[in-house]
């Protein structure tokens, strides 16, 4: 079992960063690849981000290369998204996840842990 807690959302004007965390406790994370989603009102939940397990490998949505950058720590036992130029249509809840597998980290179905969630809203 791994237990993730997403913290850092808030509310941001346009332009503006945030960098989101997730703590994970429970089984080694140094195990696991680590993704970040988000969910916006009326939407489905996409992907944003992925990490390798010991983080050489990154992945990012079309929607935010260049703004984005996802990172881990395997000796806090966390993960992180920095968040940068944001944009109103970033304005959603975003959700860190664990996944055992190596690949396809892109899709929902391959992580086994989710966090609750942490808003992050957008003013224009």
């Known amino acids: 079992q791994v237990q993730l807690v997403e913290s850092g959302g808030g509310l941001v004007q346009v332009g503006g960063s945030l960098r989101l965390s997730c703590a994970a406790s429970?089984?080694?994370?140094?195990?696991?690849?680590m993704g970040w989603f988000r969910q916006a009102p009326g939407k489905e939940r996409e992907f944003v981000s992925a990490?390798?397990?010991?983080?050489?490998?990154?992945y990012y949505a079309d929607s935010v290369k260049g703004r984005f950058t996802i990172s881990r720590d395997n000796v806090k036992n966390t993960a992180y998204l920095q968040m940068n130029s944001l944009k109103p249509d970033d304005t959603a809840v975003y959700y860190c996840?664990?996944?055992?597998?190596?690949?396809?980290?892109?899709?929902?179905?391959?992580?086994?842990?989710w966090g609750q969630g942490t808003q992050v809203t957008v003013s224009s």
């Open positions: 429970g089984r080694a994370f140094s195990d696991y690849s």
């Open positions: 990490i390798s397990w010991r983080g050489g490998y990154t």
């Open positions: 996840a664990a996944a055992q597998a190596r690949w396809n980290l892109a899709q929902i179905s391959s992580y086994h842990y």
